[in-house]
């Protein structure tokens, strides 16, 4: 156990390293690549219920996404982060617009949420579950491992939708080319994504 944690600590450092010699420009050019390859993507038309993260610097713009979504009459739903001494919860809240995203406030991590205090949102798995989940991480494989930031936020939130009728939505992670890696170190606990859009050819 100490090894896998030392080995995903290890990956971390170098994938940040990674992503910090991009500059803004070139984010948002893969950012830009890998949106159009999503609208393109069948799963992405077909599904309905879908969750998208709010982007952090060091991740794919998630922007334009939203707009789309909206645009296309989807329904949104947002991460929200719990965060209590040493255990971690995630839901997946419904979003309305653009300026509903845009009136919530700021965490430490510089996204924005809804506040805690904040219970009126629809959470997803207590109404109709979810279609489709797009992935933040840090790094990927080809083989569907995700490295996070060490949490377990998605991780665990995925556990809970095997339990929900609906069953596991397909997810989808969106990643800078230099997330990509070769072999991801993984535990018994991380869950298999289904594909990695990236600006790369497939």
């Given at each position: 156990?100490?090894?896998?944690r ?6 971390r450092?170098?994938i940040k ?28 038309a077909?599904?309905?219920r ?16 939203i707009?789309?979504l ?5 329904t949104c739903f947002m ?12 839901d997946?809240v419904k ?5 509903d ?17 904040d219970?009126?949102?629809?959470e997803?798995?207590?109404?109709g579950?979810l ?5 933040p991480?840090l790094?990927?494989d ?9 949490k ?16 596991k939505?397909y997810t ?24 990695v859009l ?5």
């Amino acid at each position: 156990m100490a090894a896998l944690r030392a080995a995903k600590q290890a990956m971390r450092r170098e994938i940040k390293k990674r992503v910090a010699a991009l500059d803004d420009q070139e984010k948002l050019r893969q950012s830009r690549v890998i949106s159009q390859k999503l609208f393109k993507h069948p799963k992405y038309a077909r599904c309905e219920r879908i969750a998208v993260f709010l982007s952090m610097h060091d991740e794919v713009r998630t922007e334009e996404i939203i707009q789309d979504l909206f645009k296309h009459g989807k329904t949104c739903f947002m991460p929200k982060y719990l965060t209590q001494g040493t255990s971690n919860h995630m839901d997946m809240v419904k979003l309305t617009s653009m300026e509903d995203m845009m009136s919530l406030p700021l965490t430490s991590w510089n996204i924005r949420q809804p506040a805690a205090a904040d219970n009126t949102r629809e959470e997803a798995l207590e109404t109709g579950g979810l279609d489709l989940i797009l992935m933040p991480g840090l790094g990927f494989d080809r083989n569907g491992n995700r490295l996070g930031r060490g949490k377990g936020f998605y991780d665990s939130y995925l556990e809970r939708c095997m339990k929900h009728p609906k069953g596991k939505p397909y997810t989808i992670a969106l990643a800078f080319r230099e997330q990509l890696c070769q072999d991801i170190p993984v535990g018994d606990n991380d869950v298999l994504i289904d594909e990695v859009l990236c600006d790369v050819l497939d």
